[in-house]
Each structure stands twice: as structure tokens, then as C-alpha cells.
Nanobody, 119 residues
Framework: QVQFVESGGGLVQPGGSLRLSCAAS????????MGWYRQAPGKQRGELVA????????NYADSVKGRFTISRDNAKNTVYLQMNNLKPEDTAVYYC????????????WGKGTLVTVSS
């Protein structure tokens, strides 16, 4: 019901930056909320990184506040995650998410893109 095209992951040194992009297309409903969640090595999938509603309201995990910025192009159903001052503990698979309802655990998930922060 939702198709995702994620890009932007890779290897970066501590203190570096990366930008993730995700374009989503839905059939039969409007995407109201988009976001990014992550799964660190050895942990379960589902750690919130950041979300943004169609109205522009954002929510960030405390661990990324001040370093990551989420933005959205509603016309293109595309969400971006600008990640600055990356730390080794940011290493994870980052999943793009979407939902027709805001403020709930997302229903639709992309395949994920790997971000590795290492020297």
C-alpha cells in the first residue's frame, strides 16, 4: 500500500554529516505522518529518531536533538533527515516510515538504509 525509495546511507567518520531521503507513494489514502526510526546492532527495530506531520509538526528523540533535522516536501511525499555531528552510537539501519494517522507507531516501513559512523 505504500512504496518507499530510500537513499543516503553510508559510512562516515565521527563528527561528519549525512542526509537521508525517502520518497513514499501511497494508494488509497493520504500520508499524514512520515519519519525515521532506527535499529542499532544487537537491538530491536523501532527506536524513534524523528517524525514530521503533514502540518510540519516535528518530534525528535532526545539523543538526536540539536544534531538531526527532519523536513518534508508534502507535494512529493518526500522526507529528509539531515544528520550532523554523527556519533558512533548513531550507527544503525534507518527506516523510513509513513502513516495515515499522526501520533501513533507507524504502520508502513521502508526496507532501511545503513548508516555506519566509524573512524
Amino acid at each position: 500500500q505504500v512504496q518507499f525509495v530510500e537513499s543516503g546511507g553510508g559510512l562516515v567518520q565521527p563528527g561528519g554529516s549525512l542526509r537521508l531521503s525517502c520518497a513514499a507513494s501511497a494508494i488509497g489514502f493520504r500520508i499524514s505522518s512520515m519519519g525515521w526510526y532506527r535499529q542499532a546492532p544487537g537491538k530491536q527495530r523501532g527506536e524513534l529518531v524523528a517524525t514530521i506531520t503533514i502540518g510540519g509538526r516535528t518530534n525528535y528523540a532526545d539523543s538526536v536533538k540539536g544534531r538531526f533535522t527532519i523536513s518534508r516536501d508534502n507535494a512529493k511525499n518526500t522526507v529528509y533527515l539531515q544528520m550532523n555531528n554523527l556519533k558512533p552510537e548513531d550507527t544503525a539501519v534507518y527506516y523510513c516510515t509513513a502513516d495515515e494517522v499522526v501520533d501513533r507507531f507507524p504502520t508502513y516501513w521502508g526496507k532501511g538504509t545503513l548508516v555506519t559512523v566509524s573512524s
